[in-house]
């Protein structure tokens, strides 16, 4: 039985994808593979496949698990940590925490987070300026916008720096109110808690503060990253030049595979694509699609997924979820992509001589 489940997800990770185009060749996912093992293994000689899945595993339930549930994503529930540790399944079907394997990334190659040289939280300023414009826009204080295409956007997140000063997240008025949209003019039926709002996540929640201050930490520690793409052309970064300049700012490769997802997820999630999005429309395309960021942040992020060995089991939920439920053909395309390079990486980590 066990044997027929596994051949059945080796099958549904290997379809094809049917008709949704790929510009990212083989040739060049092989190469880039190769890069990212080479400089993992450079960085960690001694480290086995294994022992870096554990490890990573480790720190995503002891340091990231107890505050994310304050940003009540539904992705399943988590199991219990003994089940979890014999299994290998940190919950069903997802556990909240695998949101953010980015995180435990970041903390393997450096626990501190420390900067080479010091900066502002420029990512958490555009992520708050995003948000609050786009309350202003629901709300008919402000026209339709679309901030990538705004000269002077450098200098609005710049302004906004002091609503994100020490690790906070301004979502308050003066009165002590929180900032969203307004119920009058939306239509009747809706739910308050379907209003768009500035905070992030559920501010009622214990671990709240605890989750604003550690996804400001994140949120600070990727502002280098956030910047240097803010300079580039829109489509102009290859996936392997981003790799390269964030091995390039921040010294190792597993912090650089971190950081990437970390900052697509928060260019997508956190904000309206269509107006506020800006730094996933600097990365080539990888696929044929519409939704660019949430192309990139599905990519970058499946990767770290695949990097650690849970091609089959999270490529089997994209599959059955993307593909079967939604019908989403594009994100199943970009999806089995990343899984398949995140296996190549393996291959590469475990078999240098292929790189040859």
């Not at 051949?7 to 510009?23: D, F, T």
């Not at 009165?175 to 501010?203: F, S, T």
């Not at 593909?323 to 899984?339: E, N």
Request: hydrophobic content about 40%.
């Amino acid at each position: 039985m066990k044997k027929l489940i596994l051949c059945s997800l080796v099958a549904l990770v290997s379809l094809p994808a049917q008709a949704n185009e790929i510009y990212f060749s083989q040739k060049r996912m092989n190469r880039f593979a190769c890069d990212v093992a080479r400089s993992i293994k450079a960085a960690y000689p001694n480290k086995t496949l294994r022992e870096f899945k554990g490890e990573i595993l480790d720190i995503l339930r002891e340091d990231i698990d107890p505050w994310v549930d304050a940003y009540p994503i539904p992705a399943g529930f988590s199991l219990p940590k003994y089940v979890e540790k014999a299994t290998g399944f940190p919950g069903f079907p997802m556990s909240r925490s695998e949101y953010y394997l980015q995180n435990a990334f970041i903390l393997y190659g450096n626990p501190t987070m420390e900067l080479k040289e010091p900066t502002e939280n420029y990512f958490a300023s555009y992520i708050h300026l995003a948000r609050s414009r786009q309350v202003d826009y629901l709300n008919g204080k402000a026209e339709k916008f679309q901030l990538r295409s705004e000269a002077n956007l450098l200098q609005q997140i710049e302004e906004n720096l002091p609503a994100v000063a020490n690790n906070s997240f301004l979502f308050l008025d003066e009165n002590g109110l929180p900032i969203m949209q307004k119920k009058e003019g939306v239509g009747k039926g809706i739910k308050e808690k379907h209003l768009y709002k500035l905070a992030i996540g559920n501010p009622n929640h214990k671990k709240y503060n605890e989750f604003v201050s550690e996804s400001q930490k994140y949120n600070h520690f990727s502002s280098p990253l956030f910047l240097w793409l803010l300079e580039q052309k829109d489509f102009s970064v290859t996936p392997e030049r981003l790799f390269e300049k964030a091995l390039e700012i921040y010294g190792n490769p597993v912090v650089a595979l971190g950081v990437i997802p970390w900052i697509f997820s928060g260019d997508a999630l956190t904000v309206n694509r269509g107006t506020s999005s800006v730094v996933s429309y600097k990365i080539e395309r990888l696929v044929d699609g519409d939704d660019i960021p949430g192309l990139q942040y599905h990519f970058w992020g499946y990767l770290t997924q695949g990097i650690i060995g849970n091609r089959l089991r999270v490529g089997a939920l994209a599959y059955i979820y993307e593909k079967l439920y939604q019908k989403d053909l594009q994100d199943w395309t970009v999806d089995a992509l990343s899984l398949k390079t995140g296996k190549k990486i393996r291959a590469s980590f475990n078999n240098p001589d292929e790189c040859k």
